[in-house]
């Protein structure tokens, strides 16, 4: 027998329409209609039953080729035959038989038992001993039966959840079109507006030109009217001469005729070159000479479309392409990878270092940008932002940036006087020049303690090198300290001076030779400038009150050469005085 098959929903009580309900076939659950013609219901086929054992085989065939017919069984095979019962107690045998236990199909004496991993099938014991399961991989069947029912249960939880999140959906794409339609009714609501508005200002246009031309109509009508006028006055005035000079030729008395003769002559000279100078010559064309360019108006009229009438969208800073060197700072940033919205450019902004507001430092459509001249050793936040015609994007993520704590750069050739020699990556310079020559470093400070070395390479018949700091546009053929736009210290063999402005202060004994050291000590937290010589502070605070952009200067002629050192801490001498209260 086959295992029982618990009943589907509703399949017990379906059955055609206009039969009433019919004894039905164990194990089946269709419906049997009555014979045609009616006959006897289920009590009269059991009395037939009761009265012998051939009339009870006549109903059974009889019944048999009824379902062959209805083709709900298999003519052939075990269930073919049927044991017939009401359909009352049908439903409680079904409800009340136990479970049956199924058995091996190549084995029929033999229950399944144990469960093939390999095959995926249930299999009997004499399946594992002779079969060709013995080589396979198995399991207890109700510790399978029990996992594979686990795994239908959570598979039916995620089908569940997905399920659930598949109405969710379907009520997001129902709304969708509910929103579709009302934006598309405002969207043509507002196409049909900006198109009418366009029609008016053609109208209007329209107007105005039609009233141009009305303004050359009534022009060319006053010309001609003002020439026809003129043209009939003259006609007459020409006519009555005419008359009169012929009856002037009509008389006989010659001195009388002699007497006007002449005036009467120029006179009809004069009339006749009066006549010859453009007077019988239209002062006016009949043709319009205007002329309607409408063509570029046709073109932009064929090229009216839309555009996107959204914001871009934030961009993103990326993270990995971002970074800092000395006081510069690198960003690089890019729309959202689903974006397609037209972005025209980008706002980079960075704040002040300390905190403070943000500022623009580059707008324009590239995607990268290098910011100098920020402050050593400083905490700088970037944010950036695109924009196109419709309007400006949220700002990105902010991005927090730190600069280096200490400077490192190098002399910088494009300022420096075309008499100075570079070497050693421009870290070593000297001069072609007896006079002095000033070069000065490519990085600028405002801000905070900075502090460099300058080592005396060659120092040949004791000269006077100046080092320092100056402004961009300091002199740069002349001694460092010649003009107000450097502070420095000039050193010759035995002492040094401070100078600005060539005024000459703080003599102090003490010099400079082949392998000497001089340090330059920028402090712009206090706006002082201080010198030191092998380590040593040379004389006191050289100067005060220093406010603005600085740049690392030196001055020199052809027999000094020195070399760039950067990138130090504080020399000892200052660091103990900085921690003295």
């Given at each position: ?31 049997l209609p009555a014979r045609q013609g009616g006959g006897p219901a289920l009590p009269a086929l059991r009395e037939g039953a009761q009265g012998g054992g ?215 000279h004069l009339t006749e070159d009066q006549w010859g100078k453009g007077t019988l010559t239209p002062r006016m064309t009949t043709d319009f000479d205007l ?291």
């Amino acid at each position: 027998h086959l295992p029982a098959v618990p009943p589907q929903p509703g399949a017990g009580r379906a059955r055609a329409a206009g039969f009433p309900p019919q004894p039905v076939a164990g194990g089946c659950h269709r419906s049997l209609p009555a014979r045609q013609g009616g006959g006897p219901a289920l009590p009269a086929l059991r009395e037939g039953a009761q009265g012998g054992g051939r009339h009870v085989r006549a109903v059974r065939r009889l019944l048999l080729r009824s379902l062959r017919r209805l083709r709900c069984h298999p003519p052939r095979g075990p269930l073919a035959k049927h044991r017939l019962v009401p359909p009352a107690q049908g439903r409680v045998s079904r409800r009340l038989s136990p479970r049956k236990i199924s058995t091996c199909t190549d084995h029929e004496l033999e229950n399944h038992s144990m469960y093939c991993v390999q095959c995926k099938s249930p299999v009997c014991y004499q399946c594992l001993e002779e079969g060709k399961h013995s080589s396979h991989e198995v399991k207890a069947l109700g510790a399978m039966w029990k996992l594979h029912k686990s795994q239908l249960s959570q598979a039916l939880n995620g089908l569940s959840d997905r399920a659930k999140e598949a109405k969710e959906f379907l009520v997001q794409l129902r709304n969708m079109v509910q929103q579709i339609q009302e934006n598309s009714v405002e969207f043509e609501a507002c196409l049909v507006a900006q198109c009418d508005a366009l029609i008016d200002a053609l109208n209007r246009r329209k107007a105005q030109l039609l009233s141009r031309v009305n303004k050359e109509h009534e022009h060319k009508l006053k010309v001609v009217r003002d020439q026809i006028s003129h043209c009939t006055v003259k006609l007459r005035q020409t006519t009555g001469l005419m008359e009169y000079c012929l009856e002037v030729i009509k008389e006989n008395d010659p001195s009388g005729f002699l007497q006007i003769s002449d005036a009467l002559i120029r006179r009809v000279h004069l009339t006749e070159d009066q006549w010859g100078k453009g007077t019988l010559t239209p002062r006016m064309t009949t043709d319009f000479d205007l002329n309607l360019d409408n063509a570029p108006l046709l073109q932009s009229i064929h090229q009216l479309d839309f555009v996107q009438m959204k914001v871009p969208a934030p961009p993103i800073l990326q993270l990995e392409e971002c970074c800092t060197h000395n006081n510069s700072a690198t960003l690089s940033w890019k729309q959202p990878p689903l974006s397609t919205v037209q972005v025209e450019g980008y706002i980079l902004e960075l704040d002040d270092g300390n905190g403070g507001q943000f500022r623009e430092v580059y707008v324009g459509k590239e995607t990268m940008c290098t910011v100098d001249g920020l402050h050593f050793n400083s905490t700088y936040s970037a944010r950036v932002k695109a924009f196109n015609k419709s309007g400006v994007s949220p700002y990105s993520k902010t991005l927090v940036l730190q600069t280096s704590e200490v400077a490192w750069f190098s002399f910088d050739p494009s300022s420096a006087h075309a008499d100075i020699i570079f070497s050693n990556d421009n870290l070593t310079v000297t001069c072609n020049s007896y006079d002095d020559r000033v070069v000065l470093g490519k990085t600028g400070f405002s801000k905070g303690l900075h502090y460099w070395e300058l080592s005396i390479d060659r120092y040949d018949n004791h000269p006077d090198p100046a080092f320092g700091v100056a402004r961009i546009d300091v002199l740069k053929d002349a001694m460092l300290g010649k003009d107000d736009k450097a502070w420095a210290m000039y050193v010759d063999n035995n002492r040094s001076w401070f100078m600005h402005n060539n005024s000459h202060t703080n003599r102090t004994e003490g010099g400079i030779t082949k392998g000497a050291t001089v340090g330059v000590l920028l402090d712009l937290t206090r706006r002082t400038l201080t010198f030191s010589i092998n380590e040593d502070q040379q004389g006191p605070v050289a100067f005060e009150n220093l406010e603005g952009l600085f740049f690392p200067a030196v001055s020199l002629n052809r027999n000094v050469q020195v070399t760039l050192h950067t990138g130090l801490p504080v020399p000892e001498f200052y660091a103990s005085r900085s921690a003295m209260p």
